[in-house]
T-cell receptor, first 114, second 114 residues
Framework: DQQVKQNSPSLSVQEGRISILNCDYT??????FLWYKKYPAEGPTFLIS???IKDKNEDGRFTVFLNKSAKHLSLHIVPSQPGDSAVYFC?????????????WGLGTSLAVNP | DGGITQSPKYLFRKEGQNVTLSCEQN?????MYWYRQDPGQGLRLIYY???????QKGDIAEGYSVSREKKESFPLTVTSAQKNPTAFYLC?????????????FGSGTRLTVV
């Protein structure tokens, strides 16, 4: 059963507009959430994270929002640029002492059109 | 520069052969992971190790084996028992204690069975 769900396999936006990528989770024990960006034939790179004690974290053009009651987080990219075209993975970590096993969504492929 | 090195970038294997994928990190990370990526399937965990000389099966361990004789190294062997080995393989690492900042990934190995 998929504990972290990214229900949109793909998203297409115009350059300069906002990109919103969504992620839902089912396990209330998750306390740390991350977004990774992946280009083809490369390893994922860390983008931004948020702890369950916060509801928003911002880093430049990237903002992650967390709604714990809805078990939902979203990544906002403003403004979107063609270089943002990649697959974005949402990941969650349950509090389990030193166990750092991440649970991954299936990814959303973002295309930013010039 | 600290990081994770995966080699080779591309690997071709004949049916019935075992092959070993290399993963080396100089980040002083305790935990290391192997993932497989197939189109539309996200990242699937093969094996992980949190300390030297210890490792656990992930979600799709059948047909794979690993060793963790040194902290820096976590090689993955794809055996002839793996029914569909053609995929993109990713190695990752993280610290096992202290603040969790997510995983650092290598650049991946593309394995093709010919």
């Amino acid at each position: 059963d998929q504990q972290v769900k990214q229900n949109s396999p793909s998203l297409s936006v115009q350059e300069g507009r906002i990109s919103i990528l969504n992620c839902d989770y089912t396990n209330s024990m998750f306390d740390y959430f991350l977004w990774y960006k992946k280009y083809p034939a490369e390893g994922p790179t860390f983008l931004i994270s948020i702890s369950s004690i916060k509801d928003k974290n911002e880093d430049g053009r990237f903002t992650v929002f967390l709604n714990k009651s809805a078990k939902h987080l979203s990544l906002h990219i403003v403004p979107s640029q063609p270089g943002d075209s990649a697959v974005y993975f949402c990941a969650a970590s349950p509090w389990a002492g030193n166990n750092r096993k991440l649970i991954w969504g299936l990814g959303t492929s973002l295309a930013v059109n010039p | 520069d600290g990081g994770i090195t995966q080699s080779p970038k591309y690997l071709f294997r004949k049916e019935g052969q075992n092959v070993t994928l290399s993963c080396e990190q100089n980040l002083n990370h305790d935990a290391m992971y192997w993932y497989r990526q197939d189109p539309g399937q996200g990242l699937r965990l093969i094996y992980y190790s949190q300390i030297v000389n210890d490792f656990q099966k992930g979600d799709i361990a059948e047909g794979y084996s690993v060793s963790r004789e040194k902290k820096e190294s976590f090689p993955l062997t794809v055996t002839s028992a793996q029914k569909n080995p053609t995929a993109f393989y990713l190695c990752a690492s993280t610290s096992a204690a202290g603040v969790f900042y997510g995983y650092t990934f290598g650049s991946g190995t593309r394995l093709t069975v010919v």
